[in-house]
Every structure is written in structure tokens, then in C-alpha cells.
């Protein structure tokens, strides 16, 4: 089992940014892919970025691509996405996610209880 706690979530201003946190505990960080997942209301949890286990491969959904930025550090356990330019229709509920595919498809092994992100005026 593996414990995701996901931080940094708030309301902003469209054009506005903010920084997500996922700290990671209870199994392997730093031999396994990590991403983020979100949710909208009334919609189903969809991609939104993934990062390779060695920290050097990327995917992004088409949507936020260019916008946000998913990195990582091992030593820390601890995965973050970097979201500049916001819109909304990023308004979400974000979640983490370990041991994604990097292509974007199928779900992840495990996932956290998620943190709102509202983009608003």
C-alpha cells in the first residue's frame, strides 16, 4: 500500500498559477512512474501529466500542455505540478498518482484523496 498526501491547492484568478505537492510514503518513490490525475464535477477522472521513474520523460494531456510542468524529487518522495496560466476549466479536484502508465492510459496503482483547485474571478 502506498500513502499519497496531495498539498498546495487553493482558488486563483485565471492567468494565475499555483504549485502542487504529493508527498509519498510506504512503498518504492523512486523506481516507479508518478503523474496527476483530476476531476471536474460531474465528469470522470481524467490524465493530466506523468513523469518517468528517472525523472527525464514527460507526458502531458494536450489541454494543459505548455501550461504545466510535473517534476520530482526522490530524495525527498515527494512529486510536483508546476500549473502557470490558469483557466476555468482547470477547476478540479487534483489527485496524485503512482505508478501510472506513461502514455496516459489505464489508471494508477494508487492515488491520493485529491486537493480543489478553482480557477476564478
Known amino acids: 500500500q502506498v500513502q499519497l498526501v496531495e498539498s498546495g491547492g487553493g482558488l486563483v484568478q485565471p492567468g494565475g498559477s499555483l504549485r502542487l505537492s504529493c508527498a509519498a510514503s510506504?512503498?518504492?518513490?523512486?523506481?516507479?512512474?508518478m503523474g496527476w490525475l483530476r476531476q471536474a464535477p460531474g465528469k470522470e477522472r481524467e490524465f493530466v501529466a506523468a513523469l518517468s521513474w528517472d525523472g527525464y520523460r514527460t507526458n502531458y494531456a494536450d489541454s494543459v500542455k505548455g501550461r504545466f510542468t510535473i517534476s520530482r524529487d526522490n530524495a525527498k518522495n515527494t512529486v510536483y505540478l508546476q500549473m502557470n496560466s490558469l483557466k476555468p476549466e482547470d477547476t478540479a479536484v487534483y489527485y496524485c498518482a503512482y505508478g501510472v502508465p506513461m502514455n496516459g492510459l489505464g489508471g494508477p496503482a494508487y492515488w491520493g484523496q485529491g486537493t480543489q483547485v478553482t480557477v476564478s474571478s
Open positions: 510506504g512503498r518504492a518513490f523512486d523506481a516507479v512512474n
